[in-house]
């Protein structure tokens, strides 16, 4: 029989994680150890293995005749804005209340009363074993739910954004391109010190989730072969 144990033990660890100090919202992936975040939609994480990487840019084409984009773009704010994590988002030539407009409200799952009736018609042999699992369940620690569920036809209250951990980077629709791109730059700067400086007083690692929606739009006025770079 082999003594081999990894170096630095294997409690409380999973790849090269503490899964203790584990940011908000986030899980490391069964594949290589990375930390991942929920896309919002459970299809997708699936097909992602589990989620984005952390520190992943992704870019989604936008298609005129179909809803695929804003439908993403609406489960990925979702999801950072409940499980509380730090969510920018710039828009051009879109106000406050029209950005807000994309955050989705998240469906609350119903408890049927089938699902919730403890008297199961079961034999009585078995009776013991559901109550020795339930025992169980509540000497564990529940995990917190991995992507949740969320009604797109419906947007969170004023309330609920008042509360949320988001900011919005409002954009001068009319500011040449060059203006438009340095307001985001020193929007997104910020936050970034902000949370750095939040970790270097509390050690507690914060995600942020940051959008940009329609990249190059006509929102963003004439652009040149050389304002791309820029982009």
Known sequence: MSSFVRKGGRRGRRGNVETSTLPEGTKTSTLNGSLLISTGLHD???ILNGGYNIGTLILVEEDVHGAHFNNLWKYFLGEGITTNQRV???????????IIRDFPYQSKKKISKKENDTDLRIAFQYKKYLDEDKNLGRSMVKK????HDYNLSKSISGNEAVKANMEICEVDESSPLEEKCRAIYDFLLHEINELNSQFAETKKGIILRVGI??????NWGRITKEDVFMI
């Open 44 to 46: 997708l994480d699936q």
């Open 88 to 98: 920018c988002v710039a828009s051009p030539g879109n106000d406050k209340d029209t």
């Open 144 to 147: 917190p739910q991995w992507c």
């Open 213 to 218: 929606k329609s990249l190059g739009s006509i």
